[in-house]
């Protein structure tokens, strides 16, 4: 059987590894060889566990969305992660690996976010634990999400605008990643995707991993299996896609289906369709497939979803690509809003522009009538109302 874990030396096939500077490989190194045994050690699980049912709010619901499924002809459950406090799936992570740090000795967090999610629910989970909180945040991206940066601010985290290159995600974390150089010994980096050098793509799908989990006893009561014929979600990094698929990455019976930000197609210079386009290549200290110039360079993304605004995947990303595990659409910015707009008129949830992008899936497959199907609807459209007005 195929194996689509990573490795003891922090690879999944010849994609992951731990690129950084000689500043950072201590601290990369004691992360390393401590987070396994701190996250699976009891007391911790017990803490995060009661945080996850008493202060997140889990489990959240898997809902049958009835009107959306005659309309496709298949049956739709939604896993909704929108309901989580903060208002995205981002906070599972977070808040583990903010217990993380502090179990290491950290008292300062530093974080990247692109669509400002992750930095909302990195505040939150600082705030909660009494730990300096500083988020890293590209310009542009500060001026989509302005009422998530009001946000982080209110719960007293420092926001720094990245106004290095295109002033998005990418850039937020080249900055990040240059303040941790200059203070590494009490500081904390909290990384919100599954991207990074190792151990992080693996300390993000383990505390992810919660979605599938629920997903499979959440089926098992509905539908009497735990197991369904898709789970669908959207990808930049892949922290969400990740979590909805983890629990069934060994099952080759359940089909995974991930949908990229296309931007104004694939074929233009203005998409975050990575898989699609991209090539081998290093970024933000590990290796995966990047969108590239014909010189080699890292490529502006471009996507309506700041959240999918990312010129890479994730590590596990590129090799369940590689491996044809994962099947890869993206979505335009244009289909993504005819999903939300879809969606809320249907069913009465007003969904985020990542999660809109997983929800334009169902014009791009072929579902059977007696087919389950699963969409990680991975945060609420709160954020994205700006953008939605423009379209009313």
Sequence with gaps: MKNYQVDANGYYGEF???????????NINELAQSYVSIIESEDFQKEYQQL????????????????????YGTHIYLKREDLNHTGAHKLNNALGQALLAKRMGKTRVIAETGAGQHGVATATACALLGLECCIYMGKLDTQRQALNVARMKMLGAEVVAATSGGRTLTDAVNEAFASWVADHESTYFLI???????????????FQ?????????????????????????????????????????DDEKVKLIAVEGGGLGADTDQTAATITIGKEGMLHGFKTIVMQDAEGNVREPYSI???????????????LAKEKRVIFYNATDSEALAAAFELSKLEGIIPALESSHALAGLKKHKFGKDEVVVINVSGRGDKDMETYMKYI
């Design 16 to 26: 992951g590894g731990a690129f950084v500077p000689d500043a950072l490989r201590a």
């Design 52 to 71: 996850l049912r008493d202060y997140v709010g889990r489990a959240t619901p898997l809902f049958y969305a009835e009107n959306l499924s005659k309309k």
């Design 192 to 206: 919100g995707s599954a991207v990074g050098p190792h151990p992080y793509p693996d300390i993000v799908a383990r």
């Design 209 to 249: 991993s919660v979605i599938s989990k629920e997903i499979r006893a959440q089926l098992k009561e509905k539908i009497g299996k735990e197991t369904p014929d898709y789970v669908m979600a959207c990808v930049g990094g892949g922290s969400n896609a990740i979590g909805a698929f983890y629990h069934f990455l």
């Design 305 to 319: 979803s700041a959240g999918l605004d990312y010129p890479g995947v994730g590590p596990a990303f590129a090799h």
